[in-house]
């Protein structure tokens, strides 16, 4: 029987990149974002690659919290079940605290706190009910330090990989495991606008080793692991003025 995955955010960079990496190795997909069209093109161009592989694509809006567990309920019944969720759906914007943008901290806490949330609480409902399960969450780097412009991100970040981590503890011995993900920089839309992006990989080779860490269930891993399992600890010793240059 194939494995079972939900991806949010699976329209572009990580998650689209994964749908393709977890098609070749045989899992069948439900594939969710707002962008529905992007969707239907990637589920058609699985399928011609693929052809024996499953994709079942949904709409959803994770800041539309009450409409989430339907969504996932949709998405377990056309799959057949449900194995794996990867709460991924994410946004940056990059605001500074205190100039007037309180609406883009607002919208990125909505998405990547709240949204990630709304979406793991639906399907540990769904994974609790049948009895196993995989949350996997994508946090990041930056939920190790806080770097200008990126506060609220950061803060939706570090929430999300403490409430993971809590989640962990809740629901050890319902034989569900938990895998809290810190990626570094992989080339996305997300940041494809910076002028610095260190270590970065491409979004195939970010996939590639997400697809290994998923399958070996890791608890929490730096994506690459090297070089940011070791820089992501030191990260916290830099003194304020090299950091406020970021
Ligand atoms: N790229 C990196 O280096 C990096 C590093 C650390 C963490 N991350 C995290 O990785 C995740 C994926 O980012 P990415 O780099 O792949 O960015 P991306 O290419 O911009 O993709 C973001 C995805 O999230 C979806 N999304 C955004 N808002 C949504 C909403 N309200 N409801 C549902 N889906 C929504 C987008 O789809 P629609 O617009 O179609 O809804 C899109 O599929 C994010 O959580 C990001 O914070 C990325």
Request: glycine share 10%; aromatic share 6%; with cysteine.
């Amino acid at each position: 029987m194939p494995k079972k995955i939900l991806i949010t955010g699976a329209s572009s960079g990580i998650g689209r990149a994964l749908a393709y990496e977890l098609a070749g190795r045989g899992y069948a997909l439900a594939l969710t974002a707002r962008r529905m069209e992007t969707l239907e093109e990637i589920r058609k161009d699985i399928q011609v690659r693929h052809p024996g592989v499953t994709v079942v694509v949904h709409p959803l809006d994770v800041t539309a919290f009450e409409t989430v567990p339907g969504v996932i309920a949709a998405c377990a019944e056309g799959l057949g079940g449900l194995d794996i969720l990867f709460a991924n759906a994410g946004i940056s914007r990059g605001e500074k605290v205190g100039r007037g943008r309180f609406d883009k901290a607002r919208l990125t806490i909505e998405t990547n706190l709240l949204g990630a949330m709304a979406t793991v609480d639906a399907a540990v409902a769904y994974f609790l009910q049948q009895g196993h399960g995989h949350v996997v969450g994508v946090a990041s780097l930056i939920a190790f330090l806080g770097f200008p412009r990126m506060a609220s991100y950061g803060a939706a970040k570090a929430g999300l990989a403490i409430y993971l981590e809590s989640l962990r503890a809740e629901v050890h011995r319902k034989n569900i495991q938990v895998t809290v993900l810190n990626p570094g920089y992989i080339d996305t839309p997300l940041n494809d606008m910076l002028k610095s992006r260190p270590f970065l990989v491409s979004a195939e080779k970010g996939a590639a080793l997400i697809a290994g860490m998923i399958e070996r269930k890791v608890k929490r891993s730096t994506v690459p692991v090297w070089p940011w399992c070791l820089l992501g600890r030191l990260l916290k010793w830099l003194p304020t003025s090299v950091i406020a240059r970021f």
